[in-house]
């Protein structure tokens, strides 16, 4: 029978299987099968699917996935774009041009497709919803907080462990890894960024292994807590990737690692840890001692000494330090607001924990305010006063004298001392791309986007600058591209949002970057839909109707979008005191002019290329 609103199930009854076209669903076994395919969802994603297919045919709300989803925990809506788009990529890959899931704008969504519900028999008994590993008792987050430092060392000593020995061939292989996010055994909620925590100060340590690339966590929480550590594996494109779990029961904690070939899903390497919850520093410090004695004769010795890292003096500072990085990694103007404060406590609970003042370093160059560059500088410096072996501190610097302080050399200085500590570091491959392009050297520029890049494939920010690079190079329909990939992963994403109908109207495509322009994604980021509607109807030449948009565009960069509107219109002189005004300002905007086409008419005006000459910067050969 076909169900167009299938009651909620009773607690232990929930049916065997929901069936729709040729897909089924089943809960129990955490499974999605396509025929006799199975197909690879992520945790969560799996669970919003069960949640719309139980109330197929009806409108969920986004306010209602989310408590379902995060119960009692604040997250961004773009974590359920996010999941529908997982979503909708794993059903389309068994039924091609079918969506199953509807938008409903600016409400929620609905399953749509017709739903068939498989009951147990009536003596069959309830199926258990774990075969392993049974919940143990709750305990504190404070508790478990403390812990998790040393199972970040005690994991990355395990596999420095196994490097050390005569290993097999397998092993000798892996040349890339992703971090899952430890799975937190018992009640799902509030303890959930614990596990992503853990997983990013494992990434952070295995990043400084030179003969290793390391997938952030960014890429990775994408994925957060699949069920199918191979599919991630491959989505990530490496070679293994680390799984574990945790659990708590009796004042100890165990931890279960797995290392597994992503290839052919072999065991590589796998260990269990049992060690009690309250003597965490004794064992950080046992750990790091093992640590030393494992990888003497695989790392070097800054290798070990940048692996076993410092630690915290109290596990409140560290609690607080997962907490920041977690909520830094959203790159949402709230999340970032967020991290600033976590980071803020951890500072002020332990002065003089480095790795906090570098992830309050790097939230402040996130919607910045008045005097937040600045700090960023002081927080950065702090970092390496206390720990000058730290990539993320390095980074920071050498962003803010590229782009506050125009001071190239020394900026390219700080991104090549953090890529030399840690190579995986995507942002600062990222970063770096800048200083090449600022120079004219495209080539390069497109070099660093493309190491960024396959050390963190699935994030939008790196992403849209890969756009960009293609942007630069005239390749308008490769940048549409790519922009559209990113708003793919996140409808709401600003930047991409931003590029997209530029890279349009260079194209030629006005209606197409008007339709952009007037998302309602866009009008929420007033600025954003302003300079676009204004640069679509310049181009149009529609003067009235430019300047009508223009006089709504407010904030220390509209000079820009009023050098490209007067440019539009013809009106040379008025673009050119447009860009004065943003030198005055100093704005770091301008060290784009050198390769962004939007200028194009102005390249050989001696105004323009003594603009050039004054900011220090190359146009780009084309």
């Not at 974590?79 to 389309?92: D, H, I, K, M």
């Amino acid at each position: 029978m076909d169900l167009s609103n299938p009651p909620t199930p009773e607690p232990g009854r929930r049916p065997v299987a929901y069936e729709f076209g040729a897909f089924r669903l089943e809960p129990l076994e955490r499974r999605l099968l396509y025929g006799e395919q199975a197909i690879a969802v992520p945790q969560r994603a799996f669970d919003m699917l069960v949640y719309l297919i139980e109330r197929s045919g009806h409108l969920v709300t986004k306010e209602e996935l989310l408590q379902a989803l995060w119960p009692g925990v604040y997250v961004e809506e773009g974590n359920l774009s996010q999941n529908v788009f997982l979503l909708r990529r794993a059903l389309t890959n068994g039924a091609p041009g079918r969506d199953y899931i509807e938008t409903v704008p600016r409400r929620g969504y609905r399953f749509a497709a017709a739903v068939r519900r498989v009951s147990p028999p009536q003596n069959e008994p309830p199926r258990p919803t774990s075969t392993s590993d049974p919940p143990l008792p709750s305990r504190s987050r404070r508790t478990l907080a403390t812990i998790l430092g040393g199972i970040a060392v005690a994991l990355v000593a395990a596999v420095g462990l196994w490097t050390a020995r005569r290993t097999p061939p397998s092993f000798r292989t892996v040349r890339s890894i992703a971090v899952l996010p430890m799975k937190m055994l018992g009640p799902s909620g509030a303890d959930d960024y614990l596990g992503l925590g853990l997983a990013d100060a494992v990434t952070m340590r295995l990043g400084y292994v030179r003969r290793l690339l390391v997938r952030p966590t960014a890429s990775v929480s994408a994925l957060e807590g699949t069920g199918d550590p191979l599919a991630a594996g491959r989505q990530l494109g490496v070679d293994a990737v680390l799984a574990g779990r945790i659990q708590r029961s009796g004042g100890r904690i165990r931890v279960t690692a797995q290392l597994v070939g992503v290839r052919d899903g072999g065991e590589i390497w796998s260990e269990t840890f049992d060690v009690k919850e309250a003597d965490l520093f004794t064992l950080e410090d046992s750990i790091s001692e093992t640590v030393a004695r494992s990888l003497a004769s695989s790392l070097s010795a800054g290798e070990k000494q940048r692996v076993g890292r410092d630690r915290p003096t109290s596990p409140e500072t560290y609690e607080a330090y997962l907490k920041g990085r977690y909520f830094w990694n959203q790159r949402s103007e709230s999340g970032t607001r967020r991290a600033r404060e976590l980071f803020a406590r951890a500072i002020a609970l332990d002065p003089r924990y480095a790795l906090a003042y570098a992830g309050l370093a790097d939230a402040m160059h996130y919607f910045p305010g008045p005097g937040d560059l600045a700090r960023s500088r002081e927080f950065a410096r702090r970092a390496l006063e206390l720990d000058d072996s730290l990539a993320e501190a390095h980074a920071s610097l050498g962003n803010l004298s590229l782009f506050t302080d125009w001071n190239f050399a020394e900026a390219e200085s700080h991104f090549r001392r953090a890529l030399d500590l840690n190579p995986s570091y995507a942002t600062a491959h990222q970063w770096f791309a800048y200083c090449f392009l600022v120079r004219g050297d495209l080539e390069g520029a497109t070099r660093e986007i493309r190491q960024a890049r396959q050390a963190d494939p699935l994030s939008p920010s790196i992403g849209v600058d890969a756009g960009l690079m293609l942007y630069y190079g005239r390749r308008y329909d490769e940048a549409i591209a790519e922009f559209r990939r990113v708003l793919e992963l996140d409808p709401r994403f600003g930047q991409a949002l931003q590029f997209l109908p530029v890279a349009l109207v260079k194209r030629g495509e006005l209606e197409a970057a008007r339709q952009v322009c007037s998302r309602p994604s866009s009008s929420a980021n007033g600025w954003i839909g302003h300079n676009c509607l204004a640069l679509v109807a310049a181009h149009a030449g529609k003067r009235e109707e430019a300047e009508a948009e223009l006089s709504a565009v407010t904030g220390p960069e509209s000079w820009m979008t009023a050098a490209a509107v007067a440019l539009a219109l013809g009106d040379l002189e008025a673009a050119l005191s447009r860009l004065d005004e943003g030198y005055r300002l100093r704005s770091s905007s301008l060290l784009l002019l050198g390769a962004d086409p939007i200028f194009d008419r102005l390249r050989g005006d001696p105004r323009f290329e003594d603009l050039l000459r004054r900011i220090g910067i190359r146009s780009i050969s084309i």
